[in-house]
Nanobody
Framework: VQLQASGGGLVQAGGSLRLSCAAS????????MNWYRQAPGKERELVAG???????SYADSVEGRFTISRDNAKNTVYLQMDNLRPEDTAVYYC???????????????WGQGTLVTVSS
């Protein structure tokens, strides 16, 4: 699966951005799409995830400020980021996870990342 992320940019603290990630290729009907981020000098961390069925989860650091959503018809996942803080500055990556029970195969694909910079 190929993942194309977009929507990053420079924003002031307190502002908002909306990231998009479009998936293409052989996409399983049931899958999990996630947003991760990696700040300079830090490890990549999970920000939010959503199943095909719409079950969402968030990191404590973004709970109440970020909202993940998806359009399954478009194979696209979004991350609405509100009340941004300087510590949210990072490269944001989308991630696709699926499991094919018929072949016992797992899939874990990554997009190229989009940079979000929050100025104070």
């Amino acid at each position: 699966v190929q993942l194309q992320a977009s929507g990053g940019g420079l924003v002031q603290a307190g502002g908002s951005l909306r990231l998009s990630c479009a998936a293409s290729g052989s996409i399983f009907r049931i899958n999990l799409m996630n947003w991760y981020r990696q700040a300079p000098g830090k490890e990549r961390e999970l920000v939010a995830g959503m199943t095909t069925g719409g079950v969402a989860s968030y990191a404590d650091s973004v709970e109440g400020r970020f909202t993940i959503s998806r359009d399954n018809a478009k194979n696209t996942v979004y991350l609405q980021m509100d009340n941004l803080r300087p510590e949210d500055t990072a490269v944001y990556y989308c991630n696709y996870i699926a499991y094919d029970a018929s072949t016992d195969s797992s899939y874990n694909d990554w997009g190229q990342g989009t940079l979000v910079t929050v100025s104070s």
